[in-house]
């Protein structure tokens, strides 16, 4: 598989599992479709948007419709749920949801860095970005301080992962730095979630 079939495919999965999972929010708080659609297609797209426009970019969103196509099949999957699952279940398919997504698009974020030609700080920085930008949008549209900001460990997951595709990519290849790096985000953040990992608190 080629560089750029690999980032298309890793976007992919990240457009699905992201605007799933804002749909699934939206459900979580009683919105209408018209806010489910918001909410889906906004944490599909938030991320790779700030992402694109610091690389000086117009966002991919606008000129490619398969962005739009994938982020609409997660929202469609998240609208087929039976009404009377209870919120527990909704949370943790929310939370397993996003968890694919935040590995897949900060692995997406440091192939854009890498490919822009940007050291470890851009490489952090767009891979972050990239990762929690849709979430932190999602969470305010609801009316939520963003789950980055005081929930189990999110964002530092994010870093891990783009730490270990700087450390890789040079020895290993574009490709396995990527893997490697979403293999880290996803598995750390679901122990998070598991074992209730949480940063330092101040109150």
């Known amino acids: 598989m080629t560089e750029e079939a690999y980032l298309v495919a890793l976007n992919i999965i990240g457009l699905i599992a992201f605007s799933f999972s804002g749909a699934i929010k939206a459900r979580i708080h009683g919105l209408d479709l018209f806010g489910v659609i918001v909410l889906g297609f906004s944490t599909a797209l938030g991320g790779g948007a700030i992402r694109d426009v610091m690389v000086q970019r117009i966002p991919l969103m606008l000129i490619d419709i398969s962005y739009a196509i994938f982020s609409a099949l997660g929202i469609i999957s998240a609208l087929t749920l039976k009404k009377n699952i209870n919120t527990v279940i909704y949370t943790k398919v929310f939370l397993f949801s996003d968890a694919i997504g935040l590995a897949s698009f900060t692995a997406t974020g440091c192939i854009v860095a890498y ?11 767009l891979g972050m970005s990239t990762a929690i930008g849709g979430g932190i949008i999602r969470d305010i549209l609801v009316n939520e301080i963003p789950m980055v900001l005081n929930r189990e460990l999110y964002a530092t997951c994010s870093f891990a992962g783009c730490i270990v595709f700087r450390m890789f990519y040079e020895s ?15 598995i750390f953040r679901l122990f998070a979630i598991i074992f209730k990992w949480n940063l330092p608190r101040f109150s």
């Open 172 to 186: 290993a290849g574009i490709q396995i730095a990527a893997y490697l790096s979403m293999s880290v985000v996803f």
């Open 115 to 125: 490919q822009a030609g940007l050291g470890v700080i851009g490489i952090i920085v």
